[in-house]
């Protein structure tokens, strides 16, 4: 697998007060340790804004895939449990918890040194970035009316994306309140680069809007250029970007739109489904992605090729003195059938563990899908066939839900429905199973309206929350509300 080489990181600092990302404010691109670019000069071409948007996939990349944000919506939903410690010392095989999840674990994160605060700054960088690009590529002298468009069509879409996780960790979800009058987030359409401006927090329902309107104009703009190296699956595309809009749409529970834009996609995309004898085999290879990939983030490479950073850290497993910080819980293993193919992707392994001051065998479960060097998967068909089922059941039509549970079903080989009772239930329990690890459990159980519920390796004084709660949000790191007197804070915090 060919991934792109991070040899650029964009740099424009801002001090906004929702944004900050540094203590100082700069305004230049940093290409390499002890060289500086001003922006103008760096987006003055086709190459300059090429070379700074692959920078800036590299830190959507980071962003999505360390800790925190890569465990969060499975870690808080109850999907993982934490493994034994590695250590020479006298915590080798205790359980504890994750330093980078301590506040969010407990569902007790704080303000002042909230687990977020990095992952809030570098979102709103990104944005910026896509805001810059925005400004600056009409104006390129050597980019054909296409390629212009391309870049723009990207721009847009990752400024969409990042803009919609920074709402589902920071807003309540859509449906909190009859007309989505809650807060949402800042949505930020223009650089900081000249000036200092303090914007509020948008209602969740106007977030919504800026999120779509964003996604539908770049669905106008993609062109089908390819402006990079590497694999056509690690940039966004008219097909992800659709597959993004799609879980927005469901989000929104927008039935209509979401129905039919995952619609499109199954249909249209010349993507399938893998096959039941593939199932395992493909989320065992090594660097490859599955084939029914819609988007995959590269992971970082050294110029001599050698992987710096990937999902391996959080899930991974060599031996007993290499492992990743989470395995599976039983809560969630014990959803599968014996039949049911997917529960192959767990290999298991009995690890010497501190209990009662004492080492014995305890077993955990590793996934198989992020093992060897894997990269973040931020879409898939599978998703989008479960996002038909449940529009199909917001429109009142189980039968077309029960179709599309059943394809995911059929392929795991596992025992098929021949009615439409609990449906509803039945989606949510199939979307855990086969979109485990991927980023989703804590989103669809707000959706839903459902409480948490932790168990299986809950070391926590709070292994739940009934719903609602004000606990379902994270608060905004306090040094951008300090800074904003605009910005307010979420309840509670």
């Not at 589902?168 to 930020?188: K, M």
């Not at 770049?218 to 799609?246: E, H, T």
């Not at 299986?456 to 007197?485: A, M």
């Amino acid at each position: 697998m060919k991934h792109f080489k991070h040899t650029i990181k964009l740099k424009v600092t801002f001090l906004l007060a929702s944004i900050v990302l540094l203590q100082s404010c700069s305004d230049f691109l940093e290409q390499e340790p002890g060289t500086q670019t001003s922006i103008t000069e760096q987006l003055k071409n086709k190459e300059g804004v090429l070379q700074a948007m692959r920078g800036m996939y590299g830190e959507v990349e980071a962003a999505v895939r360390t800790a925190p944000f890569a465990v969060y919506a499975d870690l808080q939903g109850g999907n993982l449990k934490f493994t034994p410690t590695i250590s020479s010392g006298t915590s080798n095989g205790q359980i504890t918890v994750a330093g980078s999840v301590t506040g969010i674990y407990s569902f007790d994160d704080v303000a002042e040194s909230s687990n977020f605060a990095s992952f809030y700054g570098n979102c709103y960088d990104i944005i910026n970035q896509t805001n810059l690009f925005l400004e600056f590529t009409d104006a390129l002298p050597d980019a054909t009316i296409e390629e212009k468009n391309q870049i723009k069509a990207e721009a847009l879409t990752i400024r969409a994306y990042i803009h919609f996780l920074l709402s589902e960790i920071y807003a309540q979800n859509y449906g909190y309140t009859a007309d989505a009058s809650h807060p949402g987030i800042v949505y930020n359409k223009t650089s900081i680069n000249e000036k200092l401006t303090y914007p509020a927090r948008e209602t969740v329902a106007n977030t919504y809007t800026f999120i779509i309107e964003d996604i539908t104009t770049a669905l106008n703009l993609y062109s089908g250029v390819n402006l990079f190296d590497g694999p056509s699956y690690s940039y966004f595309n008219k097909i992800s970007a659709k597959a993004l809009l799609a879980k927005v749409y469901l989000s929104k529970k927008d039935w209509k739109n979401a129905y039919d834009t995952a619609n499109d996609i199954i249909t249209n995309s010349g993507v399938n489904l893998i096959s039941s004898d593939n199932y395992i085999a493909q989320w065992e290879q090594p660097d490859l992605p599955v084939s029914e990939i819609l988007l995959e983030f590269s992971i970082p490479r050294s110029n001599d090729g050698a992987v710096s950073g990937s999902l391996f850290a959080q899930y991974g497993y060599t031996n007993n003195t290499n492992y990743g910080t989470y395995a599976a819980s039983d809560d969630l293993v014990n959803l599968y059938e014996n039949t049911d193919i997917r529960k192959q992707l767990f290999l298991t392994r009995s690890i010497p563990t501190i209990v009662n001051l004492q080492s014995v065998p305890r077993d955990y479960n590793f996934t198989k899908k992020f093992q060897n060097n894997p990269g973040y998967v931020a879409f898939r068909l599978s998703e989008q066939y479960l996002i038909r089922a449940e529009a199909a059941i917001g429109l009142n039509n189980p039968d077309q839900a029960r179709t599309d549970i059943n394809s995911i079903r059929a392929r795991a080989k596992a025992s098929l429905l021949t009615n439409n009772n609990n449906i509803a239930d039945l989606l949510f329990l199939e979307r855990r199973k086969e979109l485990c690890f991927e980023g989703h459990l804590f989103f669809d159980i707000a959706r839903n309206k459902k409480d948490v519920s932790r168990n299986d390796g809950c070391i926590s004084l709070s292994c739940g929350l009934t719903y609602p709660s004000t606990k379902y949000v994270l608060p905004i790191p306090r040094r951008n509300i300090t800074l904003n007197s605009n910005l307010k804070q979420n309840e509670s915090y």
